[in-house]
């Protein structure tokens, strides 16, 4: 699912519905998994990949959900999520 042209796609805003809940599930999967194995760098780039109109929301809910066994990358995307 995370192809090149998929993530493309995605952050151009530029694909169906249904394809999107997929690439965004495995992105986020994937993003997830990195923050466990504590790379944290490569969760920032998995996230960067989002779409811009909904990037800082997105930050924020994913900072929500890791904030208390993650608080140093949550605080991150919390703070700027754009400069991550």
């Known amino acids: 699912m995370l192809t090149a042209e998929n993530l493309k796609k995605l952050k151009a805003n530029d694909i169906s519905e249904e394809g999107k809940e997929e690439i965004v599930s495995a992105l986020l999967s994937r993003a997830l998994q990195h923050t466990f194995c504590r790379r944290f760098e490569e969760a920032l780039a998995d996230l960067n ?9 997105m930050m924020a809910d994913f900072a929500g959900a890791i904030r208390e066994d993650y608080p140093e990358i949550a605080t991150r995307l919390r703070e700027s999520p754009k400069n991550n």
């Open 49 to 57: 990949l989002w779409p811009e109109a909904s990037l800082v929301k």
